[in-house]
């Protein structure tokens, strides 16, 4: 049990207490799962505190209805992930990249991908647990999600393989950036920005040094932080001097460090930073591979929580890539619905975002 602010209530909680307005008179009873409703009533009696504990069956039960439409298994995604956390680990001890294991990977995620790319999408992603796990996940997600991209890109075959290897190699110029420095709860300085910023210079370095010699890998990894108007980095290439590579796992990085716990930062929502890459389109990203984004994740991507026009309220757990404002929404203690085939009902609140891995 745990006590938090009523602001940080959210669907998927429960009461682990009796919660009493000021006269003594019990409004709602332990056990009790929160929905915007109860948030409501709460917040109109006066409660700023609630005790709750996480009810761990509405997740799971989310959970199993988004993994009907998974672009990447439970299965593959938590073994990529441990993969990836030995490549990184030899990569730290001896500057070798285990280029066997990173094709295996990449491999693995690029068939998933192809295999179970539909119509109703959902894009399960790996969040990290400690601060020293986000370049395992980090790189884990940026391949899935560049990886989506490219086929929405059009992109196939041995092309499509050498991005989503770009993609998973990105940050291994980090290895080479101190630890303090990567993991520091607050602003850098600008020696240490420099620092930072060389990331993309290490991980060319790397790549030449292990003999990779395909282009569009080194490319993307190099290019990762360019922009599109010539503000990004290191050598601040305007549109069509950065590949293709570059400019799609430009994208992927911002998405998934823009919805990822860091040291000196709290997530945002996905639906905030879909909207800010959008909003940025012919600034820093390619509006070509930017839409693709809103193919793959949608208007109102999976874990929005939302208000229906019936009274009702879900959470999104498919996005819908051909009626992108018209996902597939699990109501509350009720069926899933997919909004494409329910005319007569339409979002009209977007309330709150839940986490589902």
Not at 189 to 203: D, L, S
Not at 235 to 250: R, Y
Not at 276 to 290: H, M, P, T, W, Y
Request: aromatic share 8%; charged share 25%; net charge positive.
């Amino acid at each position: 049990m745990k006590v938090i602010s009523l602001n940080k209530a959210q669907f998927g909680m429960v009461l682990a207490m009796d919660v009493r307005d000021t006269t003594g008179k019990v409004i709602f009873k332990k056990n009790t799962p929160l929905d915007e409703k109860v948030i409501a009533v709460l917040k109109k009696s006066g409660i700023f505190t609630i005790p709750v504990k996480n009810q761990k069956n509405t997740i799971t039960g989310l959970q199993k209805e988004t993994q009907k439409y998974g672009v990447v298994s439970k299965e593959h995604l938590d073994l990529g992930f441990k993969k990836i956390k030995s490549v990184f680990k030899v990569l730290e001890d001896s500057g070798n990249i285990d280029i066997d294991t990173v094709v295996d990977i990449a491999s693995t995620i690029k068939e998933d991908i192809e295999k179970n790319f539909s119509d109703k999408l959902f894009v399960p992603l790996k969040k990290l647990q400690t601060f020293d796990e986000y370049l395992y996940s980090h790189s884990l997600n940026v391949m899935i999600i560049s990886t989506l991209l490219g086929v929405e890109a059009g992109i196939i075959g041995d092309e499509l393989l050498s991005l989503s290897i770009s993609a998973l190699l990105h940050d291994i110029g980090k290895t080479k950036v101190p630890i303090e420095i990567m993991n520091a709860p607050r602003k850098l300085t600008q020696e240490e920005m420099q620092i930072m910023r060389n990331h993309v210079k290490f991980g060319k370095e790397l790549c030449i040094q292990n003999n990779i010699k395909d282009i569009g890998i080194v490319a993307g990894v190099y290019e990762h932080h360019e922009r599109f108007d010539g503000k990004g980095y290191l050598e601040g290439k305007t549109n069509e001097m950065i590949s293709d590579f570059g400019k799609l796992i430009s994208i992927a990085d911002v998405y998934d460090a823009l919805t990822s716990t860091r040291s000196y930062k709290g997530p945002w929502t996905p639906y905030k930073t879909i909207s800010f890459i959008l909003s940025n389109v012919e600034k820093q990203f390619d509006g070509r591979f930017a839409q693709g984004l809103i193919n793959a994740f949608g208007v109102y991507p999976v874990g929005t929580r939302v208000k229906l026009s019936n009274g009702q309220f879900g959470t999104i757990v498919a996005s819908n890539r051909s009626n992108k404002i018209r996902p597939l929404i699990k109501i509350d203690r009720g069926d899933t619905i997919d909004l494409s085939e329910e005319k007569t009902i339409r979002i009209v609140e977007v309330l709150d975002y839940i986490y589902i891995e």
